[in-house]
């Protein structure tokens, strides 16, 4: 048993197979234009490598995204170097936990201060749809996309570490889908 | 002391306080209107010593409403939960244990957002979760919200 176990080096995905991802194939299919320049490849290798988020969490999925962050499985070899405080420097809100009513105007207003480029992530199922809550609750809203428009969204109560990185690994690969050429007409549809 | 002891020496203060059984704690029903004399006398009598609330909230019993204090000693280590019951729906009221417990000022305005349950002299008795024009209770059994609780 010695000879097999700790014995894991961190492989890197290669490039095809992150490329290769039938959800974005679809958004490719039936998109606007492909054409991209290749100064677009390397604007969105390095905006997707580099995503940023705001300090933000509510509830359960937020200790996830903590354990996630942590050093077991660490989302930092995937860019997400540190946490900013200020949403003026955040790229990317990951909205993990549960939003109440009177959470609602606060997150709203911290998305509508984040500058753009800008993402959101909704991560677990009270993010999603209101989750658990959705039935009998009188103060949850059901689903932050009543609130903020949703890139990426991740299911799971709480969702595991590696759903949470699958997640984070989609926005990236929905980042380099982006075009700097004409950006009223990028491929993401139902990003204005 | 243990629990009968501690039973015991309770019932000398208090002689119509029930007990009740297969409870984690020693559980008694007292009345509530003795309830604020009885809780000075748990506090500051030497031997029973309950400093410390670590808990007070209310419960919906489908006729009664009640408000249910745990209590801990810091010194003997003993503990004890006082429930005090009110068949009065519509108004219900107690009297509030600030005075003898700060803590309890954030923990009667909890029971009063979620049942409407109200304390007498209370400093400061408004809605703490909710707003402060929200209408009803929430966690009344009876609590209808069309919009967003579904019924099945």
Partial sequence: MEERSFEMGIKSMKEKDFRDNETLDLFKRTGGNVLMTSIDAVIDWGRSNSVWPLTFATSCCGIEMMATGASRHDFARFGIEVYRASPRQADVIVVAGTIVNKMAPVLKRLYDQMSEPRYVIAMGACAVSGGPFYYNSYHVVRGVDHVIPVDVYIPGCPPRPEALLYGIMQLQRKIKLETITRPEQTMILGKQ | ?152
Avoid at chain 2, 56 to 64: E, R
Avoid at chain 2, 109 to 135: A, V
């Fill in chain 2, 1 to 152: 002391m243990d629990n009968e002891t501690l039973k015991a020496r309770i019932l000398e203060i208090a002689p119509d306080a029930q007990q009740e059984e297969n409870k984690q704690f020693l559980t008694l029903l007292l009345p509530a209107a003795r309830l604020h004399d009885l809780a000075i006398k748990l506090k500051n009598s030497p031997d029973l010593a309950f400093d410390f609330l670590f808990c007070l909230s209310g419960v919906d019993y489908i006729k009664q409403l009640a408000v249910v204090y745990h209590l801990r000693s810091t010194q003997h280590k003993h503990a004890l939960v006082i429930k005090v019951k009110t068949d009065d729906r519509v108004n219900p009221n107690f009297d509030t244990v600030c005075d003898i417990w700060r803590t309890a000022e954030f923990h009667e305005r909890e029971t009063y957002d979620m049942f409407g349950i109200r304390f007498n002299n209370h400093p400061d008795m408004r809605r703490i979760f909710l707003e402060e024009d929200w209408k009803g209770y929430p966690l009344r059994k009876d609590y209808i919200d069309e919009v967003n609780i579904v019924e099945f």
